[in-house]
């Protein structure tokens, strides 16, 4: 769920940290994406749909904007946060929530289909948006494109919310430095306003509403010096309140080594014989989104090389985008993902 009421606060304290762009203000750079945050818009958009199709849809249009997409997968989810997860799960109607951070068979569907999409992927050792701040926060990434707020108080400089890769859409972006400078707060006091806002990882402190906690934090810099000045009838401090273990969990950088990051070119046959496996999407429709997307490349390497002879060129070509391209297989013959007559393509 993130951080409550943040993004109501900053609009109304610090709206020079909020700008709006346009998909095309990313083309070059490296985003971080929380997969789960993905899939589940997905879910909610078309429940009908399987999330895999859209997750196709939406990275190859991402590449054709020359974005470079990371997605982070979530691991072990910590202590502090499964009495979060199991209300969300409740509401939810779900069993149990996944305590142990095993991936489900979605989730391995979906970290194999981005690999053929030939798109770096990270395991997260806990929750994937502290690995894709920690990201931007080591300069491998420019930004972090996730629904959820609490990216910010985990230390990313650049926060991309409704990155759904439209040509109309308004993308609003937040800038951490700058909101850090307009509320007058280093990172640590800003973890502790999220805090006593409402995060995932421990209770609140009942009846503090944005601006009363803004301005706390302003006047006394800590939770420990707020709780000493509060009335404690009025607002009572939860029992064994967690917040130590919660600012810990937003300050530490997560245990884990970056990989290299490589892009490679996706690989056409492997993607039909894995939506012939693992959904009802026509054999026809994969290819034509494929052939879609390499004439949107073709056509902005012409571009582009247009702009070098004319001196105006400011990005690398789109070869240049691809470190590493796979060989292709031969193409199998046209037709439904179910017929029988077909031979199905090998799988790399």
């Known amino acids: 769920m993130g951080i409550t009421k943040l993004a109501d606060l900053i609009r109304f304290e610090a709206p020079g940290a909020i ?3 346009d998909v095309s203000d990313y083309t070059g750079k490296v985003i971080a994406l929380d ?3 993905v899939m589940n818009q997905f879910r909610a958009a078309t429940p009908s749909l399987n999330p895999l199709t859209g997750l196709f849809f939406r990275t190859l249009t991402f590449l054709e904007h020359d974005i470079k997409p990371v997605f ?5 989810p910590p202590g502090e946060k499964i009495a979060a997860l199991q209300k969300r799960a409740e509401a ?3 069993r149990s929530p996944n305590h142990l951070g095993t991936a489900s068979l979605q989730t391995k569907d979906s970290f194999h289909l981005l690999k053929l999409l030939g798109v770096p992927v990270i395991q997260a050792p806990g929750d994937a948006e502290a690995l894709c701040a920690w990201l931007v926060r080591e300069r491998t990434a420019e930004a972090v494109a996730s629904e959820d707020m609490d990216t910010l108080p985990f230390g990313a400089h650049v926060l991309i919310r409704q990155l759904n890769a439209k040509k109309d859409s308004d993308i609003v972006e937040y800038s951490l430095p700058m909101l850090l400078e307009k509320l007058q707060l280093t990172h640590k006091e800003f ?3 999220c ?16 601006k009363r906690a803004l301005r706390l934090i302003q006047k006394y810099r800590t939770i420990e010096n707020v709780v000493l000045h509060i009335n404690k009838q009025t607002y009572p401090v939860p029992n064994n309140w967690k917040y130590k273990e919660a600012r810990k969990l937003f300050l530490d ?4 080594e970056i990989p290299e990051l490589i892009w490679t070119e996706p690989d056409e046959e492997a993607l039909v014989g894995f939506f012939c496996r693992t959904t009802y999407v026509k054999e026809e429709r994969i290819r034509h989104r494929m052939e879609r997307f390499r004439q949107i490349r073709e056509s902005k390497r012409k571009q582009r090389e247009t702009e070098i002879t004319a001196g105006h060129s400011r990005q690398t070509r789109m070869d240049d985008f691809f470190r590493v391209l796979r060989k292709r297989e031969q193409p199998v013959e046209a037709g439904d993902c179910g017929s029988s007559n077909r031979k199905k393509p090998k799988l790399k």
């Open 19 to 21: 700008s709006h762009k």
């Open 35 to 37: 997969t789960s945050i």
């Open 72 to 76: 982070v997968f979530d691991g072990r």
């Open 92 to 94: 939810a109607g779900w």
């Open 191 to 193: 973890v502790d306003l």
């Open 195 to 210: 805090i006593l806002l409402g995060c995932d990882y421990c209770d609140k402190i009942a009846g503090f509403g944005p």
């Open 253 to 256: 950088a997560p245990h884990t």
